[in-house]
């Protein structure tokens, strides 16, 4: 029951994924969070976010900005990127990474997302049927209900990395 929501992949943070190995593996379609995942929540986007940001798209992928956070929120934050962009995107619902991949023109296979959270950004991708790599969160200081959730998120990682250390899970590590 708790394997609906193991990512799978990991890493530490999103500028420590291996995105060359998801591009030889057919990934064509990169979705990410923002709010700690690309900058500390609400933080403006800083150099380090659009220079990776930019890179991936330098190298052959689409990208999108896949938000629960309002319009005013994502356009600010895309403004030096130039990459696709959805708000207020009620995830974990598949609708906005319905969209994205529509907007990106990939299709399952051929996209990944990337995100700290499990019940939001893992859950929503895995429901959609496309690949999830789960990062960590930049700043541990959060929302109530976020910490609140991150709570849970704890019991899934002890099973998932268990699982993992067995030699039948994701990789990486967070």
Not at 8 to 31: F, P, Q, T, W
Not at 36 to 52: D, I, Q, W, Y
Request: charged share 30%.
């Amino acid at each position: 029951m708790l394997e609906a929501f193991y990512p799978d992949a990991d890493a530490k943070s999103a500028y420590e994924v291996d995105y060359a190995s998801l591009y030889a593996e057919g990934i064509r379609g990169l979705i990410f969070d923002i709010d700690n995942t690309l900058v500390g929540h609400g933080k403006p986007c800083t150099e380090r976010a659009a220079k990776l940001l930019k890179g991936l798209m330098a190298q052959g992928f689409s990208v999108c900005l896949l938000s629960n956070n309002k319009k005013e929120r994502v356009e600010s934050f895309n403004a030096g990127v130039g990459a696709y962009t959805i708000e207020d995107a009620h995830k974990p619902s598949r609708k906005g990474y319905e969209k994205a991949m529509e907007m990106m023109g990939t299709g399952k296979a051929s996209t990944a997302s990337v995100g700290d959270q499990i019940f939001t950004d893992v859950w929503g991708a895995k429901r959609t049927g496309i690949k999830t790599v789960l990062v960590g969160q930049l700043e541990k200081k959060e929302e109530i209900q976020i910490v609140l959730k991150r709570r849970l998120e704890k019991i899934i990682l002890f099973f998932y990395r268990r699982k993992k250390k067995k030699g039948s899970g994701g990789e990486g590590n967070r």
